[in-house]
Structures are given as structure tokens and as C-alpha cells.
T-cell receptor, first 110, second 114 residues
Framework: GIQVEQSPPDLILQEGANSTLRCNFSDSVNNLQWFHQNPWGQLINLFYIPSGTKQNGRLSATTVATERYSLLYISSSQTTDSGVYFCAVGPTSGTYKYIFGTGTRLKVLA | KAGVTQTPRYLIKTRGQQVTLSCSPISGHRSVSWYQQTPGQGLQFLFEYFSETQRNKGNFPGRFSGRQFSNSRSEMNVSTLELGDSALYLC?????????????FGPGTRLTVL
């Protein structure tokens, strides 16, 4: 099955810093999403981005499907950005499930 | 539109008992997926339902089962609970069109097995 790797596993930033989170996947996919999991466990949709580039405020994402990776950029980080960021890929032909990466745990210090 | 709702939000059970969790998808979404999240195993796919049919099942024992009703609401059941079943159970709903399949998650049910 598809393997999804996220890096770095942990990241500590000072408020105001920028960061780049990476998601590598081992096979072609039809769908790719980025989520932020808040301290209460809720998964918040950040981007649906199987290819191309999108921006939403201080966050942007780029997926290069032909090279099987996606990047999430966080600019001018705030303490409320803390939490775990997940990349999820799928479903591919013949299956109906998303595969999640292991996540990047981000802590933003005031 | 209302989001995905899950009930109950918290649950405490003892080993050997069974539990039923409920998920109401976003109106118009016919696909419902369930995931288990534990600190050691991360987010793992349990099963996916579309129009009352289970289309995919993850690598979980038969104690884990689910169903979907005609109004797209879904339930999952875990029988003979084990300590290792303690986890956050997340439900996601999707509107599917062709290859487009974007998931939206509910707040989860946190299950503790004592």
C-alpha cells in the first residue's frame, strides 16, 4: 500500500517564525489533504490539494504530484498554530480509504 | 451547513463490554469513514461506507463492525472491549464526485476502557 512520510516529526518555533512541513508519498494519488489537529483532537481541514498551489492567509500549500510530495508553509507563526499537522493521501483506484502520515508536532513559543 | 457530529463525545467502559458510537455526516454526503487514533499507532483506517455498503475495511479484528443507514448516518460497534481499544475514534464524511473525495471530520469520541 501507499506509504506516507512526514517531516520533521517535531518542530519548535518562536512566534513570528516561518516553517515548512513536508509530506512524501510512495505512489500516485487522486486526493491529498492537510489537517491541523487541535488539542481537543478535532481535525481541522487546512487544504484539499491533490496538485498545484493554494494559499489561505498565513498558510499555503504546494503539491507536486509527479514528484510525489507536498509542502505546507506556515508564515509568521502564532501560538495558536501549535498542534499536530497531518498529511493524508488517497483514495486511489480500487480503494476508498485515506492513508495518514505520522504527523508533524509543532510548538510555537511566545 | 452543520458539520459532522459524533456521539457520545466521551465514554468509559470496562473490559469485555461492548460499545456503539454514532456519526451523522454533513447533509448530502453519502460516504462515511471511521478512523482509530492511538498514541502508538497514529490514525488508522477502520472502514468506509457509501450508500449503506461497506466498501473498504482496515486491518482490525472482527470485533470492530459498522453499518450505515439510509439517511447516511453511521454507527460503529466494538464488542468484547480490550484495554488496547482505548482511543479517539474519528468519523469523516465525504461528498464524492469522480475522483474528488474531500473528507471532513467530526470532533471524535474518546473511549477509555478500564
Amino acid at each position: 500500500g501507499i506509504q506516507v512520510e512526514q517531516s520533521p516529526p517535531d518542530l519548535i518555533l518562536q512566534e513570528g517564525a516561518n516553517s515548512t512541513l513536508r509530506c512524501n508519498f510512495s505512489d500516485s494519488v487522486n486526493n491529498l489533504q492537510w489537517f491541523h489537529q487541535n488539542p481537543w483532537g478535532q481535525l481541522i481541514n487546512l487544504f484539499y490539494i491533490p496538485s498545484g498551489t493554494k494559499q489561505n492567509g498565513r498558510l499555503s500549500a504546494t503539491t507536486v504530484a509527479t514528484e510525489r510530495y507536498s509542502l505546507l508553509y506556515i508564515s509568521s507563526s502564532q501560538t495558536t498554530d501549535s498542534g499536530v499537522y497531518f498529511c493524508a493521501v488517497g483514495p486511489t483506484s480500487g480503494t476508498y480509504k485515506y492513508i495518514f502520515g505520522t504527523g508533524t508536532r509543532l510548538k510555537v513559543l511566545a | 451547513k452543520a458539520g459532522v457530529t459524533q456521539t457520545p463525545r466521551y465514554l468509559i467502559k470496562t473490559r469485555g463490554q461492548q460499545v456503539t458510537l454514532s456519526c451523522s455526516p454533513i447533509s448530502g454526503h453519502r460516504s462515511v469513514s471511521w478512523y482509530q487514533q492511538t498514541p502508538g499507532q497514529g490514525l488508522q483506517f477502520l472502514f468506509e461506507y457509501f450508500s449503506e455498503t461497506q466498501r473498504n475495511k482496515g486491518n482490525f479484528p472482527g470485533r470492530f463492525s459498522g453499518r450505515q443507514f439510509s439517511n447516511s448516518r453511521s454507527e460503529m460497534n466494538v464488542s468484547t472491549l480490550e484495554l488496547g481499544d482505548s482511543a479517539l475514534y474519528l468519523c469523516a464524511s465525504s461528498f464524492i464526485r469522480g475522483t474528488y473525495n474531500e473528507q471532513f471530520f467530526g470532533p471524535g469520541t474518546r473511549l477509555t476502557v478500564l
